[in-house]
């Protein structure tokens, strides 16, 4: 196991309704990337966090939105869910500014937009 | 923009044979290369990775992948497959500054190995 928990595991929301999904991250991470994984795809960039500031971010609408706490934690926002929101997003932890370590990802959220 | 290209959906091999999985890549400058597998309904595992240095790379579970600058390719291989190999893998390339920091996939490769 990688230390990097996310909650929840499933969830199933109707379309137009507002999500929230959590990442603890690894010890000793300041960096937390999310990752939206539609079936039968490669994970897409949906942004990064370092130290509580946004680091980055992929071709995602302004509906995404994130935080990331003092302890490094983080959380994605999602307004306004489309039946297309529908993928496993996972999230990553790594050390910051270090370009060339690994990230660890957790085991996902599977989020169903009915 | 950089870019991975993993140009098989699928690959089946057979227990104890040697297996190969393809992945080109496209960046600015040096790259920094990555190795994950998925298995169903988990997230991704790290398995090896390319900063610099020796172009053989070995990593988890007895995989190693080869390095080549002039293909531009970080193609991941065993010496003997195994029928818990199964699994979905994707190569996935980082950039040197700014948002090519990100980590970029591929689409994934499918790895059966038949017992």
């Known amino acids: 196991e990688t230390g990097v928990t996310q909650s929840p595991t499933h969830l199933i929301k109707t379309r137009g309704q507002q999500v929230t999904l959590r990442c603890s991250s690894q010890s000793g991470h300041n960096t937390v990337s999310w990752y939206q994984q539609a079936l039968g795809q490669g994970p897409q960039f949906i942004f990064q966090?370092?130290?509580?500031?946004?680091?980055g971010r992929g071709n995602f609408p302004p509906r995404f939105s994130g935080l990331q706490f003092p302890n490094y934690s983080s959380e994605l926002n999602v307004n306004a869910l489309e039946l297309d929101d529908s993928a496993l997003y996972l999230c990553?932890?790594?050390?910051?500014?270090?370009?060339?370590?690994?990230?660890?990802f957790g085991q996902g959220t599977r989020l169903t937009v009915v | 923009a950089q870019s991975v290209a993993q140009p098989e959906d699928q690959v089946n091999v057979a227990e104890g044979n040697p297996l190969t999985v393809k992945c080109t890549y496209s960046?600015?400058?040096?790259?920094?290369l990555f190795w994950y597998v998925q298995y169903p309904n988990r997230g991704l595992q790290f398995l090896l990775k390319y900063i610099t240095g020796d172009n053989l790379v070995k990593g988890s579970y007895g995989f190693e992948a080869e390095f080549n600058k002039s293909q531009t390719s970080f193609h991941l291989k065993k010496p003997s497959a195994l029928v818990s190999d199964s699994a979905l893998y994707f190569c996935?390339?980082?950039?040197?500054?700014?948002?090519?920091?990100?980590?970029?996939f591929g689409s994934g490769t499918q790895l059966t190995v038949l017992p």
């Open positions: 960046v600015s400058g040096n790259p920094y």
């Open positions: 996935a390339v980082r950039g040197f500054s700014g948002s090519a920091r990100q980590l970029t």
């Open positions: 990553a932890s790594s050390l910051g500014g270090v370009t060339n370590t690994e990230a660890f």
């Open positions: 966090y370092y130290r509580e500031e946004e680091n």
